[in-house]
């Protein structure tokens, strides 16, 4: 995918706030490759970051205000530090908003900045781009205030500002494949304890690719579906007495089963799977072929169309038609409701897989898809 234009960027932001940032900072957004809806769970996920990025020109100043802009917004947000705080800002602005509110929380004091940001992630893709946004700007404070905080805390600054100011109950999965991004590995990230270990995603030496298939459907995360089965899992949870759903296995099914309605039962049975297929798909990458892994997305794929129900008619047209024309396995990725699904097949299949997802989507009347291939790729980082 294209990178945003630095140069540009840094002469937009002159013309905008009227002198040079202070430097340049790039945040990557990222593809599950499997692990849905387990990390609020305290679960397993296994995302990777890919070269579709956000970046944002920054320059502090003692103003006690931040400006706050986007190429792809109209006007200047402005933002009175003194009365920052949850809810006192609206749209995407809240995102960097957040950031800049949650590492005041943690100590790191922004006395006033101006932010230029712009961005090839997606937006409503499944690709993350509000995490992308927010760990831009995350990076760039933490350098230009000379902070120390870790990374492990730009994570939880990063969930804050999505959580509490943009209202999006969201884990740490996106925040940390964005930081945490390594060029050919996924990110093998315990939720629980924020423990995560590179895992080998070698594509190319396989002479595989990963599609990216954008349905263009929409989804918001702050409203609706998300949220709802966020609180069937706490529903479950609670239900059964544990600390997470993490702490449900396969085996604890039958006796769940019985002690949940249906619904809910479905939500758990999704959860605990779909955390059994992280762990096999870890250990399938660590001992063969990426190749090895096609089941196991089908697997995931089957599980949030029918048990945790975040699918929809344009999602599994993606997949079934990649899964027809030879893809060794897909899913739809991200939050549901719309978005992207991906389909993991060898080189030689891209046009066959490509072509086929088109004419199935022309053939039922859906807005033509975007596909393109995606590797993964560093983490977020200062660029300029």
């Known amino acids: 995918m294209s990178a945003v234009d630095a140069g540009r960027l840094a002469a937009d932001f002159t013309a905008t706030f009227g002198s040079a940032p202070d430097g340049l900072f790039t945040a990557p957004g990222r593809v599950n490759l499997i692990g849905e809806h387990t990390d609020y769970s305290g679960g397993f996920v296994l995302p990777f970051a890919i070269d579709a990025a956000t970046t944002a020109a920054i320059a502090l100043n003692a103003s006690g205000r931040l400006r706050l802009a986007s190429r792809s917004q109209d006007g200047v947000v402005e933002v009175d530090l003194a009365s920052l705080e949850p809810g006192a800002v609206q749209g995407w602005a809240a995102y960097p908003a957040g950031v800049v509110w949650a590492l005041g929380e943690r100590g790191v004091r922004v006395e006033g900045a101006d932010i230029l940001v712009d961005s090839t992630v997606p937006t409503g893709s499944g690709l993350s781009s509000s995490a992308a946004l927010e760990c831009s700007v995350a990076v760039g404070l933490r350098d230009l205030t000379g902070s120390s905080i870790g990374l492990d805390e730009l994570v939880l600054a990063c969930q804050r500002a999505e959580n509490e100011m943009a209202g999006a109950p969201t884990g740490i999965m996106d925040q940390t494949a964005s930081l945490r991004g390594a060029a050919g590995h996924a990110v093998f990230l315990d939720t629980r304890n924020q423990h995560s270990e590179p895992v080998p995603l070698p594509l190319t030496e396989h002479d595989l690719v990963l599609l990216v298939m954008d349905t263009h459907v929409k989804h918001e995360h702050a409203t609706g579906g998300y949220t709802d089965r966020r609180r069937s899992t706490e529903l479950a949870r609670d239900t059964l007495g544990v600390d997470a759903l993490r702490d449900v296995t396969v085996a604890d099914l039958d006796d769940a089963a019985r002690r949940l309605d249906d619904v809910t039962f479905r939500r758990l049975r999704h959860i605990v799977t779909e955390n059994q297929r992280v ?31 975040i699918s929809c008619a344009e999602l599994d047209a993606a997949v079934d038609a990649a899964r027809s024309a030879g893809a060794l396995g897909a899913r739809m990725t991200g939050g549901g409701f719309g978005g992207s699904a991906i389909a993991l097949l060898r080189t030689a299949d891209v046009e066959a897989v490509s072509a086929a997802v088109r004419r199935a989507f022309d053939a039922a009347g859906y807005t033509a898809p975007d596909i393109f291939p995606v590797e993964p790729a560093d983490g977020a980082r200062r660029i300029g």
Not at 279 to 307: F, K, N
């Open 279 to 309: 762990l096999d798909t870890v250990e399938t990458l660590r001992s063969s072929s990426p190749a090895a892994i096609g089941a196991l997305l089908d697997g995931s794929h089957a599980s949030m169309r029918d048990d945790f129900e």
